[in-house]
């Protein structure tokens, strides 16, 4: 479900009759389908009923707290971000703490760790992104952190090493 909010000076833009061609035809397929909208306010009542919220509100800080000894622990990690249950580590050179050149997609590396030991993570270049489900468990999280850990350390291994992470494919899913 959607909704798009605009200033009164912007929607001007859009007011007018038809002849004029400054109609805003916004729409999909699925627009103002009753099945569609009594999903979504189904999803929102579970989401009151069960507590979803409080259970993010318990476990985010969980996994922020394993992220930030990750971060601690192994120097490709230069920091974490995120709110919630929506965080991201961000890969650095552990010998300047700079931004990494893109012929070292140590994000990538990680991802294809974590995959090995069935995490899946998103990954650009130079970070991994976590989103576990709003009703991740205490459990849930410290195996997914611990995963996570097995899979920095992997990568930051090779990179002291070998100077660098080896990668199955450039870029991976």
């Known amino acids: 479900m959607s909704a798009v909010l605009i200033t009164e000076k912007v929607g001007r833009a ?3 009759e038809p002849a ?4 805003f035809q916004a729409g999909h397929t699925f627009a103002s389908n009753p ?14 009923q069960h507590g979803v ?3 993010v509100r318990a476990r985010g800080p969980e996994l922020e707290s394993r992220l930030r000894q990750i971060v601690e622990r192994y120097p490709i990690a230069g920091r974490v971000r995120g709110r919630g249950l929506l965080y ?6 552990p010998k300047t703490g700079c931004a990494l ?35 991740v468990t205490r459990d849930d999280v410290s195996r997914i952190s611990d995963i996570l850990e097995e899979s920095v350390a ?8 070998n100077g660098g992470a080896s990668l199955a494919v450039a870029f991976a899913l």
């Open 88 to 93: 991201c580590i961000d890969y650095v050179d």
């Open 53 to 55: 919220l409080d259970n």
């Open 154 to 161: 992997e990568v930051d291994e090779q990179v002291r090493v």
């Open 20 to 23: 004029q061609g400054v109609q």
């Open 14 to 16: 859009f007011w007018g």
């Open 35 to 48: 099945i569609s909208a009594a999903c979504g306010l189904a999803v929102i009542r579970y989401i009151e």
């Open 101 to 135: 050149p893109a012929d070292q997609p140590l994000g990538v590396a990680v991802q294809q760790a974590a995959r090995r030991r069935g995490l899946l993570v998103r990954a650009s270049p130079h970070n991994n992104v976590l989103a576990p489900p709003l009703i």
